[in-house]
């Protein structure tokens, strides 16, 4: 509208500069929110692999692999919109009295860019130690890195100035040369995160029964993770417009499991009866210990598996228990609060 007119609203609406006046819901239908999309737009994925296998012996490997993930996915919102009051004296407002001014800044919506890179590596060993038993044991490295850039964020410290100065015309869908590009931005956001693991186990037959042997096996893991996170200025001290202040922070804790599985034949087509073609029990354990963790249960797994009559038809039924630890961020990372 033009400026300075220090008009009633009754008078803009008669001289048809305004209309209305009309409720928060006719007036919402002036503004289409689904013109842009917010759903995922963008999304691109590299991927490889590599995975290798020596043999020393007849009775000894070594074994590798190695995968490399790079992803890329963009999704966008609305521009952000400002609203505030506006005094009667401000030379942009044409009313004659103070009003809030809501407005959108169309041209920028707000871009959510996610580039994620992921290594994944294992080394190991595996064999035969003596009779029926093996080994595998293996060393892992994970590495994962997250790059979050959310272009279209209004600088709050920069609107506000804007504001003050009158530079900025709350009323105009179209500001002047350079106004908004003065304190609109783009937050970044950087997370990494590592695994690594240190494994073992050793399976074998403990001894036979008439449905054949009962099988046993055994092993360990140790591992340490690590979580780390950094932002910008504005992220840190909530300077973006109407966002919350969200703190860096760097983590790690250590973890060791121990796990043990038996599985043991009843009946099989060794000595197989009407009704028990094939009957196998199992039953394993798991205990984890997490640093930092009040509990640290063991959890139990059964499983049974029937074959009534033949190969054609099996029945199975398992119990299991599970345990999971709170993550990095949940116990390091930092709170917030807001819209």
Do not use: C
């Not at 928060?24 to 842009?36: K, M, P, R, T």
């Not at 950094?230 to 796990?259: H, I, K, M, V």
């Amino acid at each position: 509208p033009p400026q300075n007119l220090d008009l009633s609203p009754a008078d803009l609406i008669a001289q048809g500069i305004y209309s209305g006046p009309m409720d928060q819901g006719a007036a919402s239908q002036f503004f289409d929110l689904s013109e842009i999309p917010t759903m995922l737009i963008a999304y691109d994925r590299k991927s490889a692999v590599l995975s290798l296998e020596h043999a020393l012996s007849d009775n000894h490997s070594l074994f590798g692999d190695v995968m490399v993930t790079d992803s890329f996915t963009r999704s966008q919102l609305n521009a952000q919109p400002v609203s505030g009051s506006v005094p009667a004296d401000h030379p942009f407002n044409p009313f004659d009295v103070a009003v809030t001014a809501r407005n959108r800044f169309v041209a920028f919506p707000r871009i959510y860019d996610v580039e994620k890179l992921a290594w994944r590596g294992v080394v190991g060993a595996k064999g035969d130690i003596a009779g029926s038993w093996k080994y595998e044991v293996a060393a892992g490295w994970n590495r994962t890195t997250m790059h979050l850039r959310n272009a279209g964020l209004i600088d709050a410290v920069a609107y506000s100035e804007a504001v003050a100065a009158g530079t900025y015309n709350p009323f105009a869908r179209e500001q002047a040369p350079g106004v908004l590009e003065n304190f609109l931005g783009a937050s970044a956001e950087d997370f990494l995160s590592t695994l690594r693991t240190w494994d073992a186990t050793v399976y074998g037959d403990l001894f036979d029964l008439p449905a054949g042997p009962v099988q046993l096996a055994v092993g360990f893991q140790l591992a340490t993770e690590t979580l780390r996170y950094d932002a910008d200025r504005n992220t840190r001290t909530g300077g973006w417009l109407q966002a919350t202040p969200t703190q860096p922070f760097d983590s790690t804790r250590d973890f060791e499991g121990y796990y043990a599985e038996v599985r043991v034949p009843v009946f099989s087509d060794a000595n197989a009866i009407p009704g028990f073609y094939a009957l196998e029990l199992s039953a394993a354990a798991r205990k984890v210990h997490y640093e930092r963790s009040r509990e640290n249960p063991t959890v139990p797994k059964f499983t049974l598996r029937w074959q009534p009559f033949d190969d054609t038809f099996a029945i199975r039924a398992s119990y299991s228990e599970s345990f999971t630890a709170p993550t990095l961020y949940e116990l390091f990372g930092p709170t917030g609060a807001g819209f």
